[in-house]
């Protein structure tokens, strides 16, 4: 018997979402992510839970923003809109392009000048949008859009509009399905703040529909350079090697601190050199090469292990929200020149160090 197709997102989880029977849906086929288990990495850090990572890098365009891009741009489309708008640190900008060239309309970008990703930015340019630099940051470009959306006949797609949210919730709907329960522990990266927010609104609502008994405690992490939340300010100057989390006025604030206190979790922070460790470490240990604002939920998990906030035998749910491709500058930044020889078998041998 064949398997059945993927349908993507929004025909996956129709019962649980706010749309129309008769719209027209927009989809890459995002979602169906693996849920892959990392033991060896919790051997490596020496923590005996039961580890999991939810690897959102392979989604259409690379990130876990596609999910909520399908949403968006869905309802723009059967309510007549023909552009769409977006600030980006990258990733919404490579997902608000895609899906508007697949519904076929245009796309306009903003993005804080010099600190957007080449793999994100390549993305965005390909799939035909437009693109517009700005001297400031990507909270300065997010309050430009607002402002834009409001004046023009452009549709505002950043996680700020609500369908975006509802699309991100259907993470933690495969997360249980996958596990066949919620998880313990939910460890993800914040910048926005979408993304925790998303994730506990799912959690809430497959145990409020009796799909699962519980919910996990949710830990999330911003980059010490750009933690607004943990700070309790805003980050006027956020600075990051994470570039996807570099932002110092979530729009999402409320909501994640909310996120954080109904679910007896964390926000936390972890400085640079701890996301490049986790990041490497990942890819190292377990194949799974991300990029590095992604790691900085991996980060806090190894942060925390002394505390003993995670006790043993907890299932453990950490998100990698988006792929290494996004950022190969900073990959090829963390290793050496390569080993170079002349083209024959005894130069090999010795390079190989097996002469």
């Known amino acids: ?191 926005n703040a979408g993304n925790i927010t998303a994730y506990w609104k799912g959690y809430v609502e497959y145990e409020q529909g009796g799909t699962v008994n519980g919910r996990p405690r949710m830990m999330g992490y911003e980059a010490e350079g750009a933690a607004p939340i943990v700070r309790g300010h805003v980050v006027e100057d956020p600075q990051t090697i994470a570039t996807a989390i570099r932002i110092g006025n979530p729009a999402s604030w409320q909501q994640a601190e909310a996120a954080r206190d109904q679910s007896d979790g964390e926000i936390g922070m972890v400085s640079d050199a701890e996301i490049v460790a986790a990041y490497r470490l990942l890819a190292s240990t377990e194949g799974i090469f991300c990029e590095p604002a992604s790691a900085a939920g991996v980060a806090g998990l190894i942060k925390g292990k002394t505390d003993g906030a995670v006790p043993p035998g907890s299932v453990v749910v950490c998100t990698l929200t988006g792929h290494g491709l996004k950022d190969p500058t900073t990959a090829l930044a963390q290793v050496g020149e390569a080993v170079r020889v002349p083209a024959a078998l005894e130069n090999l041998a010795e390079a190989l160090e097996v002469a």
Not at 92 to 97: D, G, N, S
């Open 1 to 191: 018997m064949p398997m059945r197709s993927w349908r993507g997102i929004i025909e996956e989880y129709r019962p649980h979402l706010p749309l129309e029977s008769d719209w027209q849906v927009v989809t890459l086929l995002e979602g169906n992510t693996p849920l892959l288990r990392c033991d060896r990495l919790a051997d490596g850090i020496g923590m005996d839970i039961e580890l999991y990572m939810k690897f959102e890098g392979l989604n259409p365009t690379g990130s876990f923003k596609d999910r909520g891009m399908s949403m968006a741009v869905t309802q723009a489309v059967n309510e007549g809109a023909t552009a769409l708008i977006c600030a980006s640190t990258g990733n919404t900008a490579a997902a608000a392009a895609a899906y508007a060239a697949r519904a076929g309309m245009r796309a306009f970008v903003v993005i804080p000048h010099g600190h957007v990703a080449t793999g994100k930015l390549s993305q965005a340019v390909m799939h035909g949008a437009r693109i517009i630099s700005i001297d400031g940051n990507f909270d300065q470009a997010l309050e430009l859009v607002r402002q834009a959306a409001e004046r023009y006949p452009v549709k505002l797609v950043n996680s700020v509009n609500p369908f975006r949210i509802q699309g991100q919730k259907t993470a933690a709907f495969e997360v249980c399905d996958q596990l066949e329960q919620a998880p313990d522990f939910h460890f993800l990266p914040v910048g």
